[in-house]
């Protein structure tokens, strides 16, 4: 955002915030057991239809609408009615989408009564946490639902207004019933765990890289780390007008909020590509280090939308540092594990929020960090992510020069037929394999290349030829709804804990893209600026390939897809370029876990015709 639309007085309280990195906390120690506790776990004691139900609005330091009063957050909690000397922890959603889209498979909305009180609040978590002794607290974003102020799509109005709550749950802030008198939260221990899919993990990824105090953990699911490269990628458009877009689908109030309107369309320099303040203002992983919260990792391998980059370069950031943390990956795409593991989701995020709130010693940080979906269904766990055996396997591409020229081919027609000739890619085959190959990691592959353009898209793909029953992700995500319903917590008539049953789809295919890559060729040397390429130069550009995590089975055969403009998956123009691959001087890199051997093999000179081909479905919420 430009520093012309953001108040100085918002500047400097968040300058003084993130001026100095501050330790990452230890687990809280032990203390006197409340009336909530049975052998060191939260158990269910309280009436849900007696909770607390209230709204409050917590005041920022702000004023992203321009209209001389300081923005105000609109918080809806849901409390247990204690002991008056009985202090909980809270559990916090903040999200745009209390009032548009909905929350959970069914799409639920905050809901409530005649005098305005919260009835209903999506998802289960205040169904099945409150009667345990928690506090929940749905929190509505910066300009969106009730609160006043500015949506700025991840930026520091957005993260200021939910950090300002969790400054208010410690006396820090000041806020404020509906009729105005002080609210003040004596009915709270502080501490703050901070839990959301999507744009809600994302906005709890970034108020945990403010270094705020009482927020104890964050559990981000398929969230976002970085919104240049939620919206880039390597330099490449994903989608045009994507923050004006994501701002007008969540918010009311676009047109009190011109400043930063206007900021949102021309400060992220959608016609460079460039990465600039606009994007380090929404950049959580280079403030890592000051993250204080715990963090539990939770995103699909076959995520489409938000791509696996974002948990793997916040994860690698937090691991520089520390931090301690668990992560769940599952073969699905932008899906909430509880919706596609419940029980078992539900079991392990009890335990966690019981230790990093409440203070139990249960082990379950010291039990193994990372749970993988190896198969359909098949979960195991492991010491650590990326495995510990993993190691950078390098593969040349081949022999000799070879090009191809901008066909702007969509993806299910560029990884057909891999030993075919096909128009607008380059297609390097390794196998059969003779044992199974782990990957697990992020791989990337270095291309030195001569351009006849000043840039073009550089596209790239590992595919898993070999049949077998696998997630079928795609744009459904790789679920499907059951007729049955299971509960899970209290209820009342206008909030039950019911919910419809999900499965994984899945089905039995010859071959599956495992990762994806983009680069603009321009943006080689940076992504600040861009660097044009001369047609007489050869340039060695590496395109990251997103993190992935599965075994390629022995007998099948791994290949790496070159395209250029993929219409499927961004908004970059085919510029017509050629590109001309110098084989030898090229290397594909792979994290491999054991020993592994790849040899090239050559494409059989045939063409592949009578294909067809589906292109990727709009704009997309995060």
Request: with cysteine; aromatic share 8%.
């Amino acid at each position: 955002m430009s520093s012309m639309s953001i108040p100085r007085l918002l500047v400097v309280t968040l300058l003084a915030v993130l001026a100095t990195p501050a330790p990452v906390s230890a687990a809280p120690g032990p203390a006197a057991a409340p009336p909530y506790t049975r052998d060191g776990a939260t158990v269910a004691v309280y009436d849900y239809a007696d909770a607390v139900r209230e709204s409050v609005w917590v005041r920022t330091a702000g004023d992203a609408d321009e209209d001389g009063e300081p923005d105000r957050v609109a918080v809806d909690l849901v409390r247990p009615r204690t002991e008056p000397d009985v202090q909980v922890p809270v559990i916090m959603v903040a999200s745009p989408y209390y009032a548009c889209c909905g929350r959970g498979n069914e799409g639920e909305l905050k809901e409530y009564d005649a005098d305005g009180v919260i009835s209903k609040a999506p998802l289960f978590y205040d169904n099945y946490f409150v009667p345990r002794g928690y506090a929940f607290a749905a929190v509505d974003l910066s300009g969106t639902n009730r609160s006043t102020g500015c949506e700025d799509v991840g930026g520091p109005y957005e993260v200021a207004g939910a950090r300002a709550v969790v400054d208010w749950l410690n006396g820090r802030a000041p806020a404020f019933y509906a009729d105005g008198t002080p609210a003040v939260a004596a009915w709270t221990t502080g501490r703050v765990g901070m839990i959301g899919k999507s744009w809600d993990g994302s906005v709890a990824n970034g108020v945990a890289a403010t270094g705020v105090e009482g927020l104890e953990t964050v559990v981000p699911i398929a969230a976002i780390s970085s919104w240049y490269d939620y919206t880039r990628a390597g330099g490449t458009l994903r989608m045009a007008g994507y923050p004006s877009f994501l701002q007008s689908a969540v918010s009311g109030r676009v047109a009190a909020c011109a400043a930063v309107t206007e900021s949102l369309a021309t400060d992220s320099a959608e016609e460079t590509g460039d990465y600039n303040a606009f994007w380090r203002d929404r950049d959580y992983r280079a403030a890592a280090a000051r993250v204080r919260a715990s963090v539990f990792v939770v995103h699909g391998v076959n995520d489409l939308n938000v791509t696996t980059p974002q948990f793997a370069r916040w994860w690698d950031e937090l691991a520089r540092r520390g931090v301690p943390r668990k992560i769940w990956l599952h073969q699905a795409g932008h899906v909430d594990p509880f919706d596609l593991r419940r029980g078992a989701w539900v079991e392990t995020l009890h335990r966690w929020f019981d230790r990093w709130l409440q203070g139990l010693d249960n082990g379950v940080e010291r039990e193994p960090r990372a749970t993988l979906e190896s198969g359909p269904g098949v979960f195991t766990d492991a010491r650590d992510w990326p495995l510990p055996a993993a190691r950078p396997a390098r593969a040349p591409l081949g022999t000799g020069v070879v090009s191809f020229t901008d066909e702007s081919l969509p993806e299910d027609l560029a990884v057909a037929y891999p030993a075919a000739v096909v128009p607008g890619r380059l297609a390097v085959r390794y196998g059969p394999l003779t044992a199974p190959l782990r990957l697990s990691g992020s791989p990337s592959v270095r291309l030195r290349v001569r351009v006849d353009r000043p840039t073009t898209q550089l596209t790239a793909r590992l595919v898993d030829y070999g049949t077998a029953p696998r997630v079928q992700y795609a744009w459904g995500e790789g679920v499907r709804t059951l007729e049955t319903e299971s509960c899970w917590g209290g209820s009342t008539a206008a909030d039950d804990a019911c919910y419809l049953d999900v499965a994984e789809e899945v089905s039995t295919t010859d071959h599956a893209v495992l990762t994806r890559g983009w680069q603009d060729a321009a943006h080689h040397v940076t992504l600040r600026r861009t660097t044009p390429l001369r047609p007489d130069r050869w340039y060695t550009i590496t395109v990251p390939i997103g993190a992935y995590d599965a075994t390629v089975a022995a007998g099948h055969t791994l290949g790496l897809v070159l395209t250029q403009s993929d219409p499927g998956y961004t908004a970059a123009a085919n510029t017509g370029a050629t590109v001309e691959v110098d084989l030898a001087g090229s290397t594909l890199t792979l994290p491999a876990a054991g020993p592994v051997t790849l040899t090239p093999s050559a494409a059989a000179p045939r063409t592949a015709h009578g294909l067809t081909a589906s292109v990727r479905p709009p704009h997309r919420l995060p």
